[in-house]
């Protein structure tokens, strides 16, 4: 895995070279050196969730556009969400 600036990476995929397998991590969201990603137990935990058909649709293509499962996706998207959360979080601690 090879850290790589976000300018950099963008010039790579315009001119069309693969950069998928060289510089992400397919367990995680995150560019460069991979974090495990885990269950608060260290095991997977089965739940249900009611998505509107729209939504889902959305969620389709964006799995398609990735190549990747509409699973992924969503793992991939709430990740993204619970590190901008902490990120927010962790910002107004240090304002106060």
Not at 15 to 30: H, I, K, L, N, Q
Not at 37 to 49: A, E, V
């Amino acid at each position: 895995m090879n850290n790589i600036s976000i300018k950099k990476l963008e010039e790579k995929i315009e001119a069309g070279e693969e950069v998928v397998d060289r510089y992400f991590d397919s367990t995680t969201t995150r560019v460069g050196t991979p974090r495990k990603m885990t269950s608060r137990r260290g095991q997977d935990i089965i739940t249900n969730l009611e998505i509107p058909s729209p939504m889902l649709n959305e969620l389709d293509e964006m799995a398609t556009e990735l190549n990747i499962s509409r699973q992924a996706v969503i793992k991939m998207m709430l990740r993204r969400a619970l590190d901008e959360h902490y990120l927010a979080k962790n910002q107004i601690k240090s304002e106060i």
